[in-house]
């Protein structure tokens, strides 16, 4: 038996939000593509490929997020609610991708930099800057509920630190002539990219190999579930997460003879979802009742 839910996914309401930082990310992507032609800044051109990468993941999201809300069917019981952890997982391999491009073109450029138009990086990465911060406003309340959400969120917020580097840079060119602040500006972005793209790929990871949701500790849940009167044990415990914001368990629970026998069963089974619900924040919950002698025909268990 298992509790009853809804398949709506926490990033399926804010789809709206994605399409306005998609439209932004577009936009700039399209100005710092011709500023990069036209300066000759490496920093703008590497800003102008995550723009262009970041984009991409939206649109992914977007799909994703899209694809989530579908009914579940009798093939797919749970929907189409993982894609967005395939989503993300994407996203952060782009990422990944990307970071390593500039890093490597980033100490290319620093042997051999060329002349770069600092005036016109500048006024290019002020736009960018601006266009950036907007988007982030826009993601980040939504980015703490779900890891789709979360992997846009953290491509903004590169790009806001990509626009802060190729200001500092711009301003460090114009001041100083020193035309290899625009290499270690590119090299910052790529740097500053990477960690973040790594924990975003190993969260997408964990729920794919379903690994115990954070926040849920198995021995804690199982000390409760033993705590509600009539269950004597319980085994094969297992919890993982379905996508952001959705975390399911299933369990064997072992009654007493007189829960059993005296037709209690129902009301151990909402107090076990009660208590999910409330200590665990697992609304999706699934269990086995059993009695103690059924254990012992059971062929394999696990702890």
């Given at each position: 038996?298992?509790?009853?839910?809804?398949?709506?996914?926490?990033?399926?309401?804010?789809?709206?939000?994605?399409?306005?930082?998609?439209?932004?990310?577009l936009t700039v992507f399209a100005v710092e593509a011709v500023g990069a032609l036209l300066s000759g800044?490496?920093?703008?051109?590497?800003?102008?490929?995550?723009?262009?990468?970041?984009?991409?993941?939206?649109?992914?999201?977007?799909?994703?997020?899209?694809?989530?809300?579908?009914?579940?069917?009798?093939?797919?019981?749970?929907?189409?609610?993982?894609?967005?952890?395939?989503?993300?997982?994407?996203?952060?391999?782009?990422?990944?991708?990307?970071?390593?491009?500039?890093?490597?073109?980033?100490?290319?450029?620093?042997?051999?930099?060329?002349?770069?138009?600092?005036?016109?990086?500048?006024?290019?990465?002020?736009?960018?800057?601006?266009?950036?911060?907007?988007?982030?406003?826009?993601?980040?309340r939504a980015q703490a509920l779900s890891l789709n959400i979360r992997g846009a969120y953290l491509e903004?917020?590169?790009?806001?630190?990509?626009?802060?580097?190729?200001?500092?840079?711009?301003?460090?060119?114009?001041?100083?002539?020193?035309?290899?602040?625009?290499?270690?500006?590119?090299?910052?972005?790529?740097?500053?990219?990477?960690?973040?793209?790594?924990?975003?790929?190993?969260?997408?990871?964990?729920?794919?190999?379903?690994?115990?949701?954070?926040?849920?500790?198995?021995?804690?849940?199982?000390?409760?579930?033993r705590r509600v009167p009539g269950v004597l044990d319980v085994h094969d415990l297992h919890a993982w997460?379905?996508?952001?914001?959705?975390?399911?368990?299933?369990?064997?629970?072992?009654?007493?003879?007189?829960?059993?026998?005296?037709?209690?069963?129902?009301?151990?089974?909402?107090?076990?979802?009660?208590?999910?619900?409330?200590?665990?924040?697992?609304?999706?919950?699934?269990?086995?009742?059993?009695?103690?002698?059924?254990?012992?025909?059971?062929?394999?268990?696990?702890?």
């Open positions: 038996m298992g509790a009853g839910h809804d398949h709506t996914t926490l990033t399926g309401g804010h789809r709206g939000r994605l399409a306005l930082v998609l439209a932004f990310t800044s490496l920093a703008l051109l590497a800003d102008a490929g995550h723009m262009a990468a970041d984009a991409a993941g939206i649109v992914m999201a977007l799909i994703a997020a899209t694809l989530a809300q579908r009914a579940p069917t009798r093939r797919r019981t749970f929907g189409w609610q993982r894609v967005e952890i395939l989503a993300a997982m994407a996203n952060a391999v782009l990422l990944l991708g990307l970071a390593l491009y500039v890093l490597i073109e980033a100490v290319r450029r620093f042997f051999s930099p060329p002349e770069v138009a600092s005036g016109l990086m500048l006024v290019v990465a002020v736009v960018g800057l601006v266009a950036n911060t907007s988007s982030l406003m826009l993601l980040r903004v917020l590169g790009d806001l630190v990509g626009s802060v580097a190729v200001v500092v840079a711009a301003v460090v060119i114009a001041l100083t002539g020193w035309v290899w602040a625009d290499a270690v500006a590119s090299a910052a972005v790529g740097a500053l990219i990477l960690p973040r793209a790594w924990v975003l790929l190993r969260e997408a990871v964990d729920v794919l190999l379903e690994a115990v949701p954070k926040g849920v500790d198995l021995d804690h849940v199982r000390d409760h579930i997460t379905i996508t952001s914001g959705l975390p399911v368990l299933s369990a064997h629970v072992v009654v007493d003879e007189k829960t059993m026998n005296g037709g209690h069963t129902g009301r151990v089974l909402d107090a076990l979802h009660a208590c999910l619900a409330e200590h665990f924040d697992v609304t999706h919950s699934t269990f086995q009742i059993e009695s103690a002698q059924h254990r012992d025909h059971e062929h394999a268990t696990h702890d």
